[in-house]
């Protein structure tokens, strides 16, 4: 396993992915890649319509919070890395990307931030799961922050 | 959706018989729950698998009453040999969706997320890999 592909939305499901996802690098001396995928592009219209650009801007925000958040972790962890921010549908750019690097495995958090963050797969995962002819690997763990419990 | 559920009885692998059940209720999923006796096994509590062949009956014949009572389709099965092994073969020889199983830490590291069956399992599976992590924790900076 050389290669392994991480998304991220900053969500605590994907925290955990992420984890897991360091000790397979670790264990492998793959090389991981972190994506985080932003809605589809509204960046024009934002521009010229009036008082849009605001929404984008929170979610570059969040975008690049997570993104360094992951990297951060990988950096502790002595593992080499690399970073995507892409715009679009998040499973068929996360498969785009998957396919391109020709990753050896996926690795999703359960469930992330949309409507159903209750379930036990959230679109991200099972469509991921579905549409990817790569090995994925879907982390549920049990969303306690650390500071929590220890 | 075909799921595979790796079963063993163990705590471990009760909160994966949970969510298994949560995920496939209310859909027209259908369960293999797969108990695998390796074959050193014994009877002993202090760790390893209690195998002895009643058990692992058991503990299939428990989880597969649990799916039942909540309406979802399922199959037991059990198998000796080696745990990895056997999961994967069991995913070779029919189509799944998805295995779920624990992640048990067997081993020295005890820092390790991942016991060696769920990594043998990630590796090798032909289909989505669902592992179900209660000791799994998050940084603080991401809450």
Do not use: Q, W
Not at chain 1, 4 to 13: E, K, P, Q, Y
Not at chain 1, 59 to 66: C, I, N, P, Q, R
């Amino acid at each position: 396993m050389k290669r392994i592909l991480v998304a991220t939305d900053g969500s605590l499901s994907a925290y955990e992915a992420i984890d897991m996802a360091l000790e397979l690098a670790v264990e492998h001396e793959a090389e991981l890649t972190f994506v985080h995928v932003l809605p589809p592009d509204d960046f024009i219209t934002g521009r010229v319509g009036p008082g849009r650009p605001i929404a984008h801007r929170v979610e570059m925000d969040e975008s690049e919070t997570a993104l360094r958040a992951a990297a951060e972790a990988a950096e502790k962890a002595g593992v080499s890395y690399a970073l995507e921010r892409i715009s679009g549908e998040t499973v068929d750019e996360i498969v785009a990307v998957a396919e391109g690097l020709e990753v050896d495995l996926i690795v999703v958090g359960s469930r992330g931030r949309g409507p159903l963050a209750g379930a036990i797969l959230g679109s991200v995962s099972s469509g991921v799961l579905k549409k990817a002819n790569r090995p994925v690997l879907i982390v549920r763990g049990s969303g306690i922050p650390a500071a929590a419990t220890v | 959706m075909r799921i595979l559920l790796a079963y063993d009885g163990f705590d471990r692998s009760s909160r994966a018989l949970e969510e298994c059940a949560e995920l496939a209720a209310g859909t027209e999923a259908s369960v293999t729950v797969l108990s695998v006796v390796p074959p050193d096994a014994r009877g002993s509590k202090s760790g390893g698998h209690v195998g002895l062949r009643p058990h692992a009956h058991e503990d299939v014949a428990r989880a597969h009453a649990f799916l039942r009572e909540r309406g979802i389709d399922s199959v037991m099965r059990i198998a000796h040999g080696d745990p990895a092994e056997k999961i994967l073969e069991a995913a070779l020889v029919e189509p799944y969706d998805l295995i779920i199983m624990g992640s048990r830490r067997f081993g020295p590291l005890k820092r390790a997320l991942l016991g060696s069956v769920s990594r043998e399992v990630i590796r090798g599976a032909p289909c989505g890999v669902l592992v179900v992590a209660p000791e799994l924790r998050v940084p603080v900076a991401a809450s």
